[in-house]
């Protein structure tokens, strides 16, 4: 890359920050090791893009995505294999003709780092948070002054896009061009999956087993929740992932004031005769699986036991049945609706949603399916996870319970293949 500061011109003048900031060809970092999906895969994402771009006359796509667990990266990750908690946003630029361009947050030794992680050749500054102004220029450097830019949804909910500053920016930089929100583009790019994605999905199903095991091995008496989930990031950071969702939470099986793990596990002190529910996401390469099982600290009560083999498991295996091409979201709904109301008991709404990096839309809950017309009957390819809560009548107490799959040409894949049929007893 022939920049004004390339690091063989500069390299004796380290110390003035022009030449610092945006500095490339360094020899740092290239010693440095990424697990990365393949060229050709890269390829297939971007021939892709173009060819939704084609068809809704865009002349080019700006790929956002954030560190928040509604995003995990999404565009950015899916396009250039950045995985990187920098920044509220991170930009990306996908032109239907040339080569694409990565705005990262972070110059300097950063930004060189991030050059050997992803994918993209074109890799440039974000300006000290001026995201906008770089996006612009580059497409203006394309001779998109006029263009159809579409803006893919970072964040799933809402959605969210970009950061204001940033789009204010374009606007200004870009008056004659025409700005479009796509908010389910990404998805339609994501909702079936590679072979390379889906054995990436199975390494994050792998990781979510290990998350568990280790919730599992940590757990005694005297422990703190907040413990468990710091036994889950080092399982999981040590072989190479990261952790999406880590929300975990105990309470007494006699006196129960939980029915789905905590969302920001606390500081209680684990006792004989507590029940830990867990949502353990992880992710690889960008890609997530999800496991939820019950642990208990000694054996577990006659009447968690019951419930879990009586109404959780066998209404889960139930559903799972299910999974297999030809079966539409709708025939998913109507046996989850009735799959815990016939075991005498009822449930949280969710039984199960869609997987693109992360959780996504389809959402099928007992009442209701959420889905494009275009994803409403399972096809090979597809992932899933089946989220199901059951809850005793009362309302009282209840049992959160979690499994990843992807449909095949004749069935299914088990991307957290576990034992089903047991709480877990920890130790």
């Known amino acids: 890359m022939e920049m004004d500061n390339d690091w063989n011109k500069v390299r004796h003048e380290l110390d003035k920050s022009d030449n610092f900031e945006a500095i490339c060809n360094s020899p740092w970092y290239s010693d440095a090791v990424y697990h990365k999906f393949s060229d050709e895969e890269f390829a297939r ?32 990750t899916w396009g250039a294999g950045l995985i990187d908690d920098r920044g509220m946003c991170q930009y990306m630029v996908l032109p239907m003709k040339g080569e694409p361009t990565l705005i990262y947050p972070h110059y300097g030794c950063h930004i060189e780092a991030a050059r050997k992680q992803v994918s993209v050749r074109d890799v440039r500054s974000g300006q000290h948070g001026k995201y906008g102004k770089a996006v612009a220029e580059r497409l203006i450097e394309l001779k998109l002054e006029k263009g159809r830019i579409g803006i893919v949804a970072a964040d799933r909910t809402g959605p969210e896009y970009m950061g204001v500053q940033a789009y204010l920016d374009i606007q200004k930089m870009l008056p004659q061009a025409t700005l479009v929100f796509c908010p389910n583009l990404l998805h339609e790019l994501t909702f079936r999956k590679s072979p390379e994605e889906l054995r990436a999905m199975a390494k994050a199903g792998e990781l979510a087993i290990k998350a568990l095991e280790a919730v599992k091995a940590t757990a005694k008496p005297g422990v703190r929740e907040y413990q468990l989930a710091g036994a889950v990031a080092n399982a999981v950071m040590s072989e190479g992932g990261r952790y999406h969702l880590l929300m975990i939470g105990s309470t007494s099986m006699h006196d129960p004031k939980l029915i789905f793990p905590n969302p920001n596990p606390s500081a209680r002190v684990l006792k004989e005769g507590d029940i830990i529910l867990s949502e353990l996401a992880m992710s690889y390469m960008g890609y997530s699986a999800k496991i939820g099982h019950p642990i208990s600290i000694g054996q577990p009560t006659e009447r968690y036991t019951r419930f879990f083999k009586d109404v959780v498991v066998d209404g889960f295996r139930e559903i799972a049945s299910h999974l297999k091409p030809g ?38 809950r007992a009442d209701r399916v959420r889905a494009e017309p275009w994803e409403t009957t399972m096809q090979p390819g597809m992932t899933y996870n089946i989220e199901i809560t059951p809850v005793d009548r009362e309302g009282v107490f209840g049992i959160f319970y979690s499994r990843s799959f992807a449909i095949t040409g004749n069935g299914k894949q088990d991307l957290t293949p576990y034992p089903v049929d047991e709480i877990l007893v920890a130790g």
């Open 45 to 76: 994402r971007h021939e892709a893009a173009r060819k939704l771009m084609a068809r809704d006359n865009l002349d080019a796509l700006i790929l956002t995505g954030g560190p928040d667990i509604y995003s995990h990266g999404s565009g950015v």
């Open 327 to 364: 079966t539409t979201l709708e025939d998913i709904r109507k046996v989850g609706a009735r799959a815990f109301r016939d075991r005498g008991a009822q449930s949280r709404p969710t039984i199960m949603h869609g997987l693109d990096l992360i959780t996504s839309v389809p959402f099928i």
